[in-house]
């Protein structure tokens, strides 16, 4: 049986379950160098996709299309999606975002009379809604479907309050057991409108709001990480807390605007002459935190008999921070969280749903390295190439000191790199973090991550634990911060993502060749690609950006014959 799994709107997506086993899911973003969270705008492509990864449209046996709000749903208008099929425009009907309440199920299938058409054969299409690609999402991936257990579903996003879901292992059922809280998910990304450095004048507030532009209203899909960062600058302001909790209870849900009307209300609250922007926002971080935290208890006290697991899915399972205090809280067993939890899986989440109706079966099998492969084509005018083991590449990454990017085989799933489309470097020197920073035009206060052996990852961090998708904080240990300035962050912190021989054998034994010749278990990790772009396809492509001295690609490297002088900051 296989199942075609289609995200169409922002993050657009494809991807293939055959008889439950994930085969590929390749993201818009990360195909030709498009731009990031890039939409499916006409369905042409997706017979290419299918083809490019060896299968044919005649192998394809149920296609699932992910729900969705509409053009204008948070103007008012219904669930469909506007887009082309070659030069003809097309409206698809499919299932709504959410639930409208509680008794509904959120595995309802939908159907429509409509077909729609790929390589000239057509289709009738189910449709689930947004929100069960990502319950379905997240527990069909997780190790409690693989061991046949049940657990709780925590699903916030940006057109979602924070939602709690139990999935009943034994029958496959999804209970639905109702908000935390009234926050949609981009309360993260409207609230720094107000304060700090993607603060908005008035003006533009209005323009985005009259004229309808949804990702400026909602504060834009790259904000909300950046301000994760940005918090380390700032200080927790325990008089702001009552402050946020007091306007939070006096005001009421006034459609899509709530987080708007919050964010203003403590604008004109906080003296600006007192609390820094900086501050301010480390407070609301700190709020949402401490809510959630206190919302789940009271919520999952309720289910004494339920099993302590959890999944986190939605966009804010991105939130590291807030992974990490949910997981060491003591609330639950364990925790989950799947290297696609935003809209980068919902195409992998609506093909979950219609496997669980098709099949009755709950687990699925996959790789994180499952989408699109590396292209090696020829590099830009003033590269020469030569054949370059992965241990001649840690040995050359230790004497040089220098950043390489690297592009191994097929690309990750989600937003994260690990390793596949990384630029790797040694993260000894100081400077390093800057360097990088510089180099893909991002702000001084932004991160580096480190990516470690996991037989080694608690000897450098705290807890050191296996974390193999970069979704949860740790502590550098202060025998270690000296060592590996390059990606302590800020706070003390650092994304740490572990590397096995299971996951990753090509990026491991770099990593295990590193630590011969430099007794450093790590390297810094940051994600190779255009500023604004998808993870580089190809060869030419890195070449192409031109930033640093080295491109390593399936063994083989590709060095600049004119090279960029690095000196100051190695």
């Given at each position: 049986m296989v199942i075609l799994?289609?995200?169409?709107?922002?993050?657009?997506?494809?991807?293939?379950?055959?008889?439950g086993v994930l085969k590929f899911c390749t993201e818009i973003e990360k195909i030709n160098n498009n731009v990031r969270h890039k939409e499916i705008c006409d369905l042409s492509i997706i017979p290419e996709i299918i083809r490019s990864n060896g299968y044919g449209i005649g192998n394809i046996d149920y296609v699932a299309i992910d729900g969705w709000h509409g053009v204008e749903e948070f103007w008012g208008g219904s669930s469909s999606i506007t887009l082309k099929h070659g030069s003809k425009n097309l409206m698809l009907n499919v299932a709504p975002y959410n639930e409208k309440s509680l008794s509904e199920n959120i595995l309802q299938r939908f159907l429509y009379s409509q077909n729609i058409t790929l390589d000239n054969r057509k289709f009738e299409y189910s449709s689930f809604m947004h929100v069960s690609g990502h319950v379905a999402g997240a527990y069909c991936s997780s190790p409690f479907a693989k061991s046949g257990e049940s657990s709780y579903i925590l699903a916030?996003?940006?057109?979602?309050?924070?939602?709690?879901?139990?999935?009943?292992?034994?029958?496959n059922e999804i209970k639905n057991l109702g908000h935390l809280f009234m926050f949609l998910g981009t309360i993260y990304g409207i609230f720094p409108q107000y304060f700090g450095p993607y603060k908005k004048s008035q003006a533009q507030l209005k323009i985005d709001k009259s004229e309808k532009r949804i990702e400026g209203f909602f504060g834009g899909y790259t904000v909300p990480g950046k301000i994760m960062a940005y918090i380390a600058l700032g200080k927790v302001k325990p008089e702001l807390l009552e402050i946020f909790s007091k306007v939070h209870r006096k005001n009421v849900v006034v459609n899509n605007e709530f987080e708007h009307l919050f964010s203003q209300t403590i604008r004109k609250l906080v003296r600006k002459e007192i609390y820094r922007d900086e501050d301010v926002l480390a407070t609301m971080h700190k709020y949402l935190e401490d809510l959630l935290l206190s919302t789940l208890d009271q919520k999952?006290?309720?289910?004494?008999?339920?099993?302590?697991?959890?999944?986190?899915?939605?966009?804010?399972?991105l939130n590291i921070k807030w992974n990490s205090k949910i997981r060491s809280s003591g609330l639950f067993k364990s925790m989950y969280v799947p290297p696609f939890p935003n809209d980068s899986g919902s195409a992998i989440g609506v093909a979950c749903c219609e496997y669980l109706f098709q099949t009755n079966k709950s687990n699925i099998t996959w790789n994180v390295y499952s989408g699109p492969d590396v292209k090696i084509n020829s590099p830009s005018e003033g590269w020469s190439r030569q054949n370059f083991s992965v241990e001649e590449l840690a040995r050359h990454m230790h004497l040089t000191g220098e950043p390489v990017v690297v592009l191994n085989s097929r690309a990750e799933l989600g937003p994260r790199a690990l390793g596949n489309r990384s630029i790797l470097a040694p993260a000894t020197s100081p400077k390093m973090k800057d360097l990088l920073n510089e180099v893909k035009g991002r702000e001084s206060y932004r991160p580096v991550a480190p990516m470690c052996l996991e037989e080694e990852a608690s000897k450098v961090f705290d807890p050191g634990c296996s974390d193999p998708y970069m979704l949860f904080e740790?502590?550098?240990?202060?025998e270690w911060k000296d060592r590996v300035p390059a990606i302590c962050h800020l706070d003390g912190t650092a994304r740490l993502q572990t590397i096995n021989n299971k996951d990753n054998e090509t990026i491991y034994a770099l990593l295990r060749e590193y630590v011969k010749v430099s007794g450093v278990p790590l390297l810094c990790n940051t994600s190779a690609n255009y500023n604004g772009s998808g993870f580089f396809p190809d060869v030419k492509s890195a070449t192409g950006?031109?930033?640093?001295?080295?491109?390593?690609a399936n063994n083989i490297l590709f060095s600049k014959n004119e090279k960029a002088d690095f000196t100051n900051y190695l």
């Open positions: 799994g289609i995200k169409l709107t922002h993050d657009g997506a494809v991807a293939l379950i055959e008889d916030w996003d940006g057109g979602q309050y924070p939602r709690l879901y139990y999935f009943e292992a034994k029958t999952i006290s309720k289910y004494p008999q339920y099993e302590r697991n959890l999944c986190f899915s939605g966009g804010s399972g740790h502590f550098v240990r202060t950006w031109d930033r640093l001295n080295y491109v390593w």
